[in-house]
Every structure is written in structure tokens, then in C-alpha cells.
DNA sequence: TCATTGATGCGCT
DNA sequence: GCGCATCAATGAT
């Protein structure tokens, strides 16, 4: 059975719409032949020039230019000089805008993420934070400003829809750096009751 | 609660 | 250029 692989129009919608769309859809990478898999089920929308959580609100550096480039890119970059976090660009060019995908349920490839995940025993734990499921699925560095709509070492597979009844929001996680008014936005998504979202 | 870890960006020479 | 504070997190304690 084969699943459709999301294209570009779906990341040409408006990010929150996007944020809340990508949940239930599957994320695929391509390891050494082997496909590693999992549901998204937790995302954080960070949406333009104002809101000060987004990296790219201190203006265009090398690092967020990805995120003024065209939708359905990867902006993927380092962060406490461990762990890599893996962003999908939305919004037309020049407006910089990504969701960051924060939680999986692993699907396929359990134990090859085993692996990757050093430690990691209960499946539960392979993919359930933004640095957990980049190691799991080995993103890097490599995979910055990557199009994934080519189909080929990392994209998106069409799921099963969640209702936004079946969907939860909340305020995003770590920046603390943040206007209040942007800590206060709920633009944090996940599937209820989902027991793979970040702790 | 705390140590880990290195790229990034800012403020200065 | 150079030094320094900061960080879309995690795991151990």
C-alpha cells in the first residue's frame, strides 16, 4: 500500500492551518535503505517578523533564511549544542514562518531508532520530543534547507485525518525569551490523549 | 534541580 | 575579529 506524498500546496497554507493539518500525517525518512517512520502528533506553529518566540523575528541572519524561502522546506538547526530540531517552512517567500515538530508515534523502523536512541528503551520514549525524534530518525544538520516534497531521503505521507475535535492546543514550549503576549498564544498542537507527546 | 554542549548573534575592539 | 551570553532540550540525580 502506498501512501501520497504531501506536496507543496499543503505547506502553502496559513501556518496554523498547517500546524494543525500536519497532525496525523506521517513523517518518513530514508536511512540506508531502510524507511524510518512515524504519526505526527505534536506540533508548535512560530508565524512571522512579530512574533518574537520565531528566530527569524530578529531579522534575516544565515541561519533563518531558510524560513524566508519557499514553503516546504526543512529549517533544521542546533540547539543546546546537542540536540537538532526540525522545522516545515509555510508562507509565501519573504514572510518567515515554520512549524516545528515536536512529537511522533514511531510507525516503522523501531528498532533501527532503538539504535540511534542510545538508552532509549520503552518505544514510547523513541520519539517523543523535538531532539528525541531527530536522533531517532538521524537529522541533521544535513538535512537543512532540504525540500521535502522531492520524495527522497526525508518527507510527509498522507495519514488519517484528526478532527479538531480529536486536537488540543496550548502555549509553546521553552521560550521564555518570548514577548508574554507571544508566550501566551496557543500555538501548540496535539492529539489528545496521545500518550507519544513531550512530557 | 542541574550539567551537558556548540552554533549563533551581539557588542565591543 | 574576539569574547561572551543565550538557547523551540534531555537525561541523570
Known amino acids: 500500500m502506498t501512501h501520497k506524498i504531501i506536496d507543496r500546496d499543503f505547506f502553502s ?4 492551518t498547517v500546524a494543525r ?3 496525523g500525517q506521517r513523517l518518513v525518512r530514508m536511512v540506508k535503505g531502510e ?24 531579522g534575516r541572519t ?4 531558510v524560513m524566508f524561502g519557499p514553503p516546504g522546506r526543512t529549517y533544521v538547526y542546533l540547539i543546546y549544542g546537542m540536540y537538532y530540531m526540525l522545522n516545515l517552512v509555510t508562507e509565501p517567500e519573504s514572510f518567515p514562518a515554520a512549524v516545528l515538530i515536536r512529537a511522533l508515534e514511531p510507525v516503522e523502523g523501531l528498532n533501527s531508532m532503538r539504535r540511534y536512541r542510545q538508552g532509549a528503551k520503552p518505544s514510547v520514549s523513541l520519539t517523543n520530543g523535538p531532539g528525541k525524534l531527530s536522533q531517532a530518525l538521524q537529522i541533521d544538520k544535513t538535512l537543512h534547507n532540504w525540500d521535502v516534497t522531492f520524495g527522497q531521503r526525508l518527507w510527509l505521507e498522507q495519514g488519517q485525518p484528526v478532527s479538531d475535535s480529536a486536537i488540543t492546543t496550548g502555549s509553546r514550549v521553552g ?13 501548540r498542537f496535539w492529539i489528545s490523549g496521545s500518550k507519544f507527546v513531550s512530557r
Open 62 to 65: 544565515a541561519r533563518t533564511e
Open 21 to 23: 493539518a500536519l497532525l
Open 35 to 58: 524507511r524510518l517512520s512515524g504519526v505526527i502528533v505534536e506540533s508548535e506553529a512560530y508565524f512571522g517578523p512579530d512574533d518574537t518566540a520565531n528566530h527569524a523575528s530578529k
Open 175 to 187: 521560550i521564555s525569551y518570548a514577548a508574554p503576549k507571544d508566550q501566551a498564544l496557543p500555538w
Open 13 to 16: 497554507q496559513p501556518t496554523l
